[in-house]
């Protein structure tokens, strides 16, 4: 009787193992998914674009595993405690991770528009928040690896830099399609490549709220800081 | 003994039709903020802007109580099968909700930039569009509240012309900006509008996936039709 509780109990662990290297995998496919739309945009990379694009199917399938882990394990297990937080946690970050991955894919599907009359410097600003958002999202993985809750409120902090980059950009892809009306349609799809980014950044630090709700029970209900300079009024409004 | 358990079973669906009550509610009150941030847009109404804004707080609020519903009803009621279904649905839609709220508000944020110097016709298209998203949002919560599966996969279906809508308003805001260097700032802002319109349609084909879910216990896994014209490549690029 004591051999098959057990079981039971290594069943459960082994369960649990599972939801979580299957999280730190969809993570790191995400990474490299972002990655390489960078790579797609920054570097003009057709075959990078199509691989971005490629992979989302392989992050959706990966969610919908996910899902049916966390049912199973809520239907059979009925977790308690830091096992439950970090199950309901778990589900919500596999959904940011597969929005990231969606926005991914969007980034790599405007990188062929850019290619004619792209105009000459606006990418410098946009290579260095493609950095900053792919660095907040490898920190986060680290973070969500080690449950490490300080970890993951250095990247909540940090996104506020990023809203301050895209206000940067918006101003500066403003100022290049009034100078030069052929370079509007481009110009509004690298607007859009930055929102993307944005985007990204804010469901990264949802992930860190996650994580830092899965190690120490803590739901954040303070507002988080949000760039300080704007062109709209509030720099992440859209 | 018997009696005990029957408490417990009343209990039990108390909560379960706590849950539903509490989805139908933010669904409406995410109705509510979408239609008034709408009309901040269309209208030039600022009090409608403010109210609209000021609507986030309480939809994030009910979010929050609405996990630890959920989490209560995993921790003290082990659902299993179709109550299980409904749950972890629930918690997607939710967060779903939040996520239409969140771009309600952002949509309210940016009306005050539209004022000086709007383009006189393009609001026309952005009418139609707000008008169908709105419709398809009432015609999910609908489903939701009857978990009636058909009506849910009538809105799946019904985005398709949302994404043709914001192709054709894409379009004309690109010709406005080329006529007009002076437009080109409300119309960036215009498009993030219709972006936001557009994000908040595919939320509510998520939603009416998770009532299909919930309903039936199928996932659906065919991409979803997008619609037929567009000026990205794939119309939902972004």
Redesign the interface.
Known sequence: MAELGEHIVKRYEHELGELHSRLIQMGGMVETQLATAVRAVLERDGEAANAAIGRDQAVDALE?DL?QL??RL??LR???AVD??SI?AG??IS?ALERIGDYAA?IA??S??LVLRRPPSSLAGLASMARLVQENLRLVVDALDLYDSERAMRVWYADEAVDDLFTMIFREL?TY??EE?RN??PC??L??VA??LERIGDHTTNIAEMVHYAATGE?LLDARPKGTTSV???P???
């Open positions: 919908r899902e966390v049912v809520f239907a009925q977790p308690v439950l937080r309901v589900l919500k959904s969007n599907k405007r062929p528009l403003m399609m009034m009306p509007i349609t509004t799809h607007l859009f929102k993307n739901v709209y009024g509030n992440s409004a859209g």
